[in-house]
């Protein structure tokens, strides 16, 4: 298992790749990747990622060490990056590496979801306009009930 | 104990983190002392539901207990992924 919080970029090819080699007897990979998206009408300059710095690398061990409770898996790779991003930057990558491809799918949807709303980052856009913070969608929260 | 505020709730304050010398007893006792200081503190705690809190950096409740913890943090929903 391996979580990185950082604020540099990553190379998803690159981190895909050694995922993959380190992995042996896996019959499948799932990746996920989040990317920082434009704004409809308003020009994204830039995304502000917070964290909680003390906080940010207990709740992703936590998060992981579920998935691996829950699922059958043979590893896991969790990225998130924080500080200041452009659009088309790579927020966050998740990795999974399973026997079958049903564990490897679920568990990487699961960490998505718990990423989302109990990992402590917080997005600000800033614009032409100036600048927001972005609200947690309840379908986010109400997501994590399907677990 | 050190309390900690993010996101918009650190900007509403206007500080990233100070210390509290004698811990009230419960999270929401140190919400209502909060208040009560200043028209920013004010701001900042004035819709609970709008607010999360973690206490020693494990989520938790605005009942919470104080006695013993190091750090308590406010901050709005998180925004992960």
Do not use: C
């Not at chain 1, 579920?66 to 500080?83: T, V």
């Not at chain 2, 304050?13 to 200043?38: C, H, S």
């Not at chain 2, 919470?64 to 925004?79: I, K, S, Y």
């Amino acid at each position: 298992m391996d979580v990185r919080v950082q604020e540099a970029a990553f190379d998803l090819g690159s981190e895909a790749n050694a995922f993959v080699a380190k992995q042996s007897g896996m019959g499948a990979v799932v990746t996920f990747t989040g990317i920082v998206r434009d704004l409809d009408g308003a020009r994204l300059s830039t995304m502000e990622i917070e964290h909680y710095p003390g906080m940010t690398q207990k709740a992703l061990d936590t998060i992981a060490n579920e998935a691996a409770s829950r699922w059958n898996l043979g590893d896991i790779l969790i990225i998130h990056r924080y500080g200041m991003l452009h659009p088309d930057d790579l927020i966050m990558m998740v990795a999974t590496a399973a026997r079958h491809r049903a564990d490897a799918f679920q568990a990487a949807e699961f960490l998505m979801d718990f990423l989302k709303s109990r990992a402590p980052f917080w997005k600000k856009e800033v614009t032409e306009a100036g600048t927001d913070w972005v609200a947690a969608r309840d379908e986010d929260e109400d997501a994590l009930s399907r677990w | 104990m050190d309390v900690l505020y993010f996101a918009w709730v650190r900007e509403r304050i206007g500080l990233p983190k100070e210390r509290i010398d004698t811990p009230p007893a419960t999270v929401m006792d140190l919400v209502n002392e909060l208040r009560a200081r200043e028209e920013r503190y004010e701001a900042a705690f004035a819709d609970l539901g709008a607010l999360r809190v973690a206490v020693d950096q494990e989520l938790s409740d605005f009942d919470a207990p104080l006695a013993g913890a190091r750090e308590v943090a406010f901050f709005p929903p998180m925004t992960g992924g």
